[in-house]
């Protein structure tokens, strides 16, 4: 069975902190993983990586994909709290051409 | 552009009554899905097609039905509607990339409330 574990499961930092996010999984066929951001309404997406070792960044985001230990990490630096938000991963593979969420970080970043 | 839509935004239905959600999208992907977002539960895939009928089961597939007879539409039909249905509704849709890698894009969802 498929699985993916993220932690923590929530977070409470401050306004100008860096924090990493975690997520494990476990799926057949493993094709990706993606991570989206969401904030009470539907998830948007961040990044999606393939290979291993290669680190995607988006301005204070980046991402990096471990396909060896089945692992991958989300960077969040200089926070703000407009980055207060559930982060969901989700790697794609296993018999079904769908996502699996992992239950998501649960992020709040107090100014 | 509208990307992709879903309707209607809010339903409450009651028990045993069938209830269908739309969703619409515009730029031809070929894949779509429906996942239900429950709390303690997360994202689950109910029922995701590669193309025009070719539908496929996922997760949580009880009690729904689809069907996807032109490429941007695909409604999910709940048969007779039960309380444990009620739940957030995503649709999403990706194109085929290489690889088998897909970015799925998320309409805005379904808040189903079953009395």
Redesign the interface.
């Known amino acids: 069975e498929d699985k993916v574990v993220q932690s923590p499961l929530s977070l409470v930092v401050h306004e100008g902190d860096t924090v990493t996010l975690n997520c494990s999984y476990e799926v057949t066929n493993f094709?990706?993983l993606?991570w989206?951001k969401q904030e009470k309404?539907?998830?948007?997406?961040l990044f999606?990586l393939?290979s291993s070792g290669i680190e995607k960044k988006s301005g204070r985001l980046s991402s990096i994909l471990d396909k060896k230990e089945l692992f991958s990490i989300l960077n969040i630096t200089a926070t703000q709290t407009g980055d207060s938000a559930v982060y969901?991963c989700?790697p794609?593979g296993g018999g079904?051409?769908?996502?699996?969420?992992?239950?998501?970080t649960h992020l709040i970043i107090q100014p | 552009d509208a990307g992709i839509t879903q309707s209607p935004r809010y339903k409450i239905t009651e028990t045993g009554r069938q209830v269908t959600l739309m969703c619409h999208q515009t730029w031809s992907h070929s894949y779509m899905f429906w996942y239900r977002q429950d709390l303690g539960h997360g994202l689950r895939l109910i029922y995701y097609s590669a193309a025009a009928d070719i539908t496929d089961k996922g997760e949580v597939p009880d009690g729904y039905v689809v069907s996807r007879s032109k490429t941007e539409n695909f409604p999910l039909t709940l048969e007779s509607a039960t309380r444990s249905q009620t739940s957030v509704y995503f649709c999403a849709s990706s194109e085929a990339l290489a690889g088998g890698a897909r970015k799925q894009y998320f309409g805005p969802g379904t808040r189903l409330t079953v009395t």
Not at chain 1, 41 to 45: E, I, S
Not at chain 1, 97 to 104: I, N, Q, R, Y
Request: aromatic residues 14%; positive net charge; glycine residues 14%.
């Open positions: 094709r990706s993606l989206y309404k539907a998830p948007t997406f999606m393939t969901l989700a794609s079904a051409d769908g996502l699996t969420f992992g239950k998501g």
